[in-house]
């Protein structure tokens, strides 16, 4: 990964605003564990990590918002302890000083339904929509993408999008274990059932509000649970459709940066057309004392990551 711990707003320049970051905080309280490839997994210290990162986004006080960019309890997680679960930890979000905005991830899905998980998050969209935009000042706007718009885990059995899921999972994926990328070669790894694509609506969506803010001179910040960039992220850790949502993107000259999490290890990458992607490490994965979360300074022409322990710091300066 191409990144940098310098000390960020050299020559004391001031950011235009600030803002924290976390990602995958997975909290359940259970023994520690491992990922399906052995990975430590500290299920009950990620609340630390949590815990230290709003303290620690508190003390800054100049920080506008802050993002949590999914799963916020984990898959393992009781079923019976989900609703108190996901509850603690929005309130440990609530701790900081300002709005927080969530993006759903599969491990949040796996514990509660749509229905029952978005009002507790809070998410300012109509229509229970989990995707929607806002901005924090004239020269930026936010936007936060739902990638399991169309998925086999986000809706009723017999939704309109499980249907259409389940339809590209039996296409594209021969394993009956559908999470099973065995077999699959390349990009097509992506097409399993704890991933998601982003439906035609939610396109139309994305399209419209790149045109506005083309129109009134702003750059835009992509968030994603799933990561929209091969060259950040491992294959079985994309957005099923990353390239069509990219395409949307690449029409327009105002997105610069985009963000995701679902993938613990991090990763950074510029696209073709200039794009930073960042993929934020996990703080389920800090061993205890460690931690994985930062904040990031916004400016006129770059963007900087300052990470804390296993979240690298990264500058992002745009090209254009």
Known sequence: MTSTNRLVGLQGKQ????FGIISDVQYANIPDGRSFLGVPRYYQHSILVLQRAVKKWNGHQKLKFAINLGDIVDGFCPKEKSLETVQR?????????GPVYHIIGNHCLYNL???????LLKMPAPNGRAYYDFSPTPEYRFVVLDGYDISA??????HPNTLEALKVLQEKNPNSDKNSPMGMVGLERRFLMFNGAVGKEQ???LNGVLQEA?????????CCHLPLDPGAATQEALLWNYDEVMDVIHRYKC????LAGHDHKGGYSVDSYGVHHRVLEAALECPPGSNAYGYVDVYHDKISLSGTDRMA???MIFTS
């Open 203 to 205: 396109l139309e969506w």
């Open 313 to 315: 710091s990264t500058e």
């Open 153 to 158: 885990i986000a809706w009723p059995q017999d």
């Open 255 to 258: 997105v610069k940066v985009c």
């Open 89 to 97: 930890i929005i309130k440990e979000f609530e701790m900081f000083n």
């Open 214 to 222: 083309t129109r009134h001179g702003q750059n835009v910040v992509v």
């Open 113 to 119: 339904s749509r229905d029952s998980l978005l009002p």
């Open 15 to 18: 950011p235009l605003f600030s």
